[in-house]
């Protein structure tokens, strides 16, 4: 799909640059929901395994394109012979998911998918059913956006910022390089879309469905021949990435050099390391990796270096990113592993790859951001994402979680991983006019390394204090003491 090859750490680096330029992340779309839109505002102010089911082998014609229902998904049909310019098709309706043992294990990525949006987590998608999948990009495209635009059955937690008798049609769809520009058929320039959280739903919800096809990383949405995307109050002016649209304050950074590396054991040859577990919820992922020595045996983990790099995502197993681990391989022989795919299709989660002896391949749906941290010395966690509201580029909280309740006057605990100067993690709660009510700080089990460090402690809520409130936390900053890095989790208090 792209008109010109391109080393992947220059792209990566230029998709950095570009998504700096845009302040899309200093109003994240957690909280864009409680604010008043103000007038005509532009967007860039917002924001284990699965089990194999049928894979369906496609026409030579279009050489890589397999696409298999996802276990625990719901399927939507969708008119398999739409054609650019033509009017959305009838509604979709869900079909029951089939059975694993009538189809071969999958090959390679299941593109045929649509995304729904969640309140304040990044999408989620689902398998779209059809017949016939088009041969080129463009039509393949307008077939995802029409069936998202008439879905009626959706993933469990989540929402469509489209009605299923909406009246909004694809005009186009065109492909140049790495974008396709998307033009919309809106009668009378209505949406018929209200509410900023709403509205950037819509846009979320877009974008991720039309970069799912491979080779495409931006869209450009267009109205009625060309025209701004004017949804309500929110006006689409430039190009977006899935990166514009996930949530989080920050970017996974990508690249070698900016990725973790650690000095484990390296004494002891033909140590590597073996999957233990691989889990998404649907915004965070945990690899679970465990030390194992020639005879299987669990070892030492040896050093390691883990990074995220851009992929070709038009390789048959490859997403838009994928996140490398290599530990350290001392000596000849083999830890008796064996070299392995696994296909997860999950979001963000898509495959995990491995050689078998030290090199593991995560391939991902965008670049949230993302951590390593050892429990133990034979074991190597690797989390990507988290609750956009309890992630930061420092700091990532696993409980409690937005929404929670906690108990006026009772400790409440926390659990989860910091990178911050000196182990040092600082903490604040907030009642609903942002006045400080309680604080403190407490240590990580490491501070100012390249892993993360973790934690799980309590903390005393204050007494006679109900209602919502806000807890923060936060690493001070060592030069002027200001907070960085800040994670906001409302609280429902009792």
């Known amino acids: 799909m792209t008109d010109e090859r391109r080393d992947d750490e220059i792209v990566g680096r230029a998709l950095s640059r570009a998504i700096e330029t845009i302040d899309l992340n200093q109003t994240p779309y957690e909280r864009s929901r409680l604010a008043t839109a103000p007038a005509r505002r532009s967007i860039f102010g917002l924001w284990q395994v699965a089990t194999a089911a049928a894979a369906i082998v496609l026409a030579l014609a279009i050489g890589s394109w397999l696409t298999r229902p996802t276990d625990g998904q719901p399927g939507v049909a969708a008119s398999p012979t739409a054609s650019v310019g033509a009017p959305t098709g009838p509604a979709a309706t869900a079909t029951p998911t089939p059975s694993p043992i009538s189809s071969p294990a999958p090959t390679g990525l299941d593109h045929q998918r649509i995304y729904f949006a969640r309140d304040s987590q990044p999408p989620i998608s689902a398998h779209i059913d059809s017949t016939a999948i088009p041969p080129a990009p463009e039509p393949r495209i307008q077939l995802r956006l029409s069936s998202l635009l008439s879905a009626t059955q959706l ?275 907030l009642d609903s006019t942002g006045k400080v009510v309680a604080n403190g700080h407490f240590l990580t089990s490491l501070g100012s390394s390249a892993v993360w460090g973790t934690f799980n402690t309590k903390i005393a809520m204050p007494a006679n204090v109900r209602g919502n409130l806000t807890l923060e936390l936060f690493e001070a900053s060592p030069k002027d003491g200001s907070a960085q890095g800040v994670v906001q989790i409302p609280l429902a208090v009792r």
């Open 155 to 429: 993933p469990p937690g989540s929402f469509s910022a489209f009605s299923s008798r909406t009246t909004i049609g694809l005009n186009s769809v065109r492909v140049n390089g790495e974008t396709a520009t998307v033009d919309f058929r809106v009668n009378g320039g209505d949406w018929g879309i209200r509410g900023s959280a709403q509205s950037l739903a819509a846009v979320q919800q877009l974008v991720y469905t039309a970069t799912e096809e491979p080779g495409i990383r931006r869209v450009v949405l267009t109205q009625n021949g060309g025209n701004k995307v004017t949804i309500d109050q929110l006006v689409v002016d430039k190009p977006l990435a899935r990166e514009d649209m996930f949530g989080y304050s920050s970017t996974g950074a990508l690249g070698k050099d900016r990725g973790i590396t650690w000095g484990g054991d390296d004494s002891v040859a033909h140590v590597g390391a073996r999957l233990l577990s691989a889990t998404s919820d649907g915004s965070r992922v945990v690899i679970k990796l465990e030390g194992r020595g020639p005879n299987g045996q669990a070892a030492k983990l040896p050093s390691f270096a883990a990074w995220l790099e851009q992929s070709d995502d038009q390789a048959l197993t490859n997403g838009k990113y994928g996140l490398y681990v290599e530990l350290q391989w001392n000596g000849g022989g083999n830890s008796n592993g064996a070299a392995d795919l696994t296909i997860y299709d999950q979001t963000p989660l898509r495959t995990v790859t491995t050689n078998g002896n030290n090199v593991f391949r995560i391939e991902l749906d965008d670049s949230r951001p993302w951590r390593a941290y050892v429990p133990s010395p034979s074991q190597l966690v690797i989390e990507i994402g988290g609750d956009p509201r309890a992630t930061s580029d420092r700091i990532a909280v696993t409980a409690p979680k937005p929404g929670d309740i906690a108990n006026s006057g009772a400790d409440l605990t926390l659990t989860g991983s910091a990178r911050v100067f000196e182990a040092n993690v600082v903490w604040r709660v």
